[in-house]
């Protein structure tokens, strides 16, 4: 089954050799303290949200993969680290006891500053899905540019609140493409294992997977693939394996086999706040803001850059404006929101110097969704595992990865659902409305009919073997294609354009974009595990050389 470098194995769990190995140096601390900003190596960060008036070392803006890498190795290095996130902590239960709203039941929980819920998957049987909610800074942004919507999670933990799980290492032959300036070797030996590590990545038992109720759409979706001749295989997953086993046998409250995915898993799930986070935090060096906007970052007279924060209600209201200075900002609100910024700071004269390459290179790793409708004699399960595990493989013969995705909606559906990834080459750009004074992004749905080539590669040929048809009801009336989204945005500050080799920002020293922006379009699988390596990769290279310090590990 399946090929080797796509599910090489992950370290299982978080390696607390990799975290002694990188914890505590004092020297970084030592050498910032030429830069003029006060340094308490070794001293528990102040645990509330930045003041205004601060002056702070290093300022992270975002707190996803990229910004929660980040933090622990700058925090690890002696750095005192603070986080800067817009979305909510997600640490408190709500009114129901839970802090996750569920897949099936969205509540004011679910999206960020919406009055109506904006479901990727909009219908069912006809029936639109969508409803009205109360505006709150919910989890899931569903950010709408004029030919796309773009799905984002918020809060502390940036996209690993609301995704998959599934935890992808690109396969070797393939990373030329991915980050063509970057050194294979040294990510497939070094940062992929360092990532898949510190993410706690784990792979589904094969045995209990083949007999699971909940893996039945799985197997199915296999079936289907093996008689159409695609290759296959079993994928990695930051959900705790052994969690869902002891979920299906009853043992403790379910979560991923409650359907819950898009809001948030209320169990089982290692997302950042469990991981890179938690680790963070225990350096006793990084600060976490939620509810706390950048606004803007421009030189300070003095050194370093002034960064305004805008602090934010659960309503999205400004509460306040705080002002502080950093010596050195990472930009690591994703691959949309470093972008936005990026964009906005140049053209509003903020940061005039930063190359004319950001805010270019922008792709959806090709998304694009379909359905198919089973015969009665191929149920896919009432029970399913909101976390996908099968991905169907064509992309060196159609340009094709294919998850085979849940659609736990508790009824038997007797359909198949898929994200596929595909070859998509068109890249957008990111420009700056005067008028409106907004961001503006310019992809058009007509590209994503490429997508929709190569998925129909797969699917095509799977409808023909088994007799099937695509479902029509998913995405509006009458509608194959979920053509109007995407999961996975990558660029926008792509490396070794807008960035200098390791993710320095072109224009300014201190400057660094170290998110998804960095990554030109496209992963060939999802791309968690490549965004957490490349910030693994950055950042040590980083630490050593504009920090003078070396992280021996
Ligand atoms: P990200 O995780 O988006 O973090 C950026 C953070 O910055 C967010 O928390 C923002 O709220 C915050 N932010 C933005 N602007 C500002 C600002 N101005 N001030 C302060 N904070 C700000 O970025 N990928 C996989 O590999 N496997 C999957 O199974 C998978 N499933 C997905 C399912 C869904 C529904 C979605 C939406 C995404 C999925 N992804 C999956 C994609 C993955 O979550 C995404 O690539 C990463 O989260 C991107 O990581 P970044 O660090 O770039």
Redesign the pocket.
Known sequence: MGDKALCDKGTTGISRRAVVAGTGSLLGAAALAGTGVAVRAGAAAARGPIASGARVQALV????????VAALRLAEAGVEVHL????MAWDTPDADGTIFANTTRPDRRSY?LRTRTKQ?LSNFLGFPLDKDVPRYTGI??AEDFSGITV??????????????????TPRREHFGAVLPTVDAGEMYDRYYPRARAGLGVNEVDPDWWEAADCYRYARVGRKHAERSGFPHLLVP?VYDFAYMEREAAGDVPRSALDGE??YGNNHGKRS?QKTYLARARETGRVTVSPL????SVAPAADGGYTVV?EQLDTGGQRTATKTVTARRVFF???????S??LTKLRATGALPALSAEAGKGWGD?GNVMCGRANHLWDPTGSLQSA??TLGIDNWGAGGAFA?VAPLPTGIETYASFY?SITDNPHRAEFTWNAATETVELSWQRAWKQRSVEMAKSLFDRINKKEGTIYRTDLFGTYKIWGDHLT????GGAVLDRATDNVGRLRGYEGLYA????LIPGN?T????????AL?ERNIEKIVATDLRMSVAR
């Not at 799905?151 to 992808?168: E, H, P, T």
């Open positions: 803006i975002g707190s996803g993969y990229g910004g929660s800067v996130e817009m979305g960020w990727p899931l942004d799905y984002q999670g918020r809060g502390v933990g940036g996209g690993s609140l609301v995704n998959g799980g599934m935890a992808v997953n995915i898009l950042l706390h906007r950048v606004a924060i690591a609100a994703g691959s949309v929101g470093t936005k910024l790793n976390m996908p998850e994200l999961y996975h945005p990558l170290i998110d998804g922006s992963t699988v999802n791309p968690f595990v490549t965004i957490t910030a």
